[in-house]
C-alpha cells in the first residue's frame, strides 16, 4: 500500500490545507509570523514523517517515523492552541482544526499499537504495514483525548 493512501496520511494532509487556508488571514504581525511558521511547519511534518517512515517498509524503523510524527502532531496542537489563546483567527475554525488533529494524533498512535503488535509477533526484520487494521479506538487513552 502506498503512503497516500493510508488513512492517517491522508488525515495529516486535510490538516495542512486547514491550517494553510488559517494562517494565510493572520493579521500581518510579529506574533502571528512566529505562530504561522512554526504552526505549518510542525503540520507539514506529520505527513512527511509518515512518508518518510513508510518508504523503510522495516518495523522498528516505521516505527521510529510515526513517533515523530506524533511529535509533529502534538506540536501542532500546542501551535493551534497559542492561536485560539492569541485571537489570530475564528474560533471554530481553530475549533475544526483541532479536533482534525485530535483524529490525526488518535489515527497515529492507533497505527503505532498495531506495528507493535505486529512487530512483537513477527520481528522487525520483515514486517510491513500491509493488513493492519486501523483502530479508532485506543483502550489506553483518555476518553477525551
Known amino acids: 500500500m502506498d503512503y497516500k493512501e493510508l488513512p492517517v496520511y491522508q488525515k495529516a ?3 495542512v490545507k486547514g491550517i494553510d487556508a488559517l494562517v494565510k488571514k493572520f493579521p500581518n504581525t510579529p506574533q502571528a509570523w512566529t505562530v504561522s511558521k512554526q504552526l505549518f ?17 522495516i518495523g522498528k524503523e516505521y516505527e521510529m517515523f510515526l513517533y515523530y510524527a506524533q511529535g509533529s502532531a502534538n506540536e501542532a496542537d500546542h501551535w493551534l492552541h497559542t492561536c485560539k489563546d492569541c485571537q489570530l ?5 481553530m475549533d475544526a482544526l483541532i479536533n482534525l488533529n485530535i483524529e490525526v494524533r488518535k489515527l497515529l498512535s492507533a497505527t503505532l499499537t498495531s506495528l507493535q503488535r505486529n512487530i512483537a509477533q513477527h520481528g522487525s526484520k520483515t514486517l510491513k504495514e500491509e493488513g493492519i487494521e486501523y483502530l479508532t479506538e485506543d483502550p489506553d487513552l483518555p476518553p477525551d483525548f
Open 41 to 57: 511547519a510542525s503540520a507539514t511534518s506529520i505527513g512527511a514523517n509518515i512518508a518518510e517512515g513508510r518508504g523503510r517498509h
Open 13 to 15: 494532509r486535510l490538516l
Open 89 to 93: 483567527g475564528a474560533d471554530a475554525k
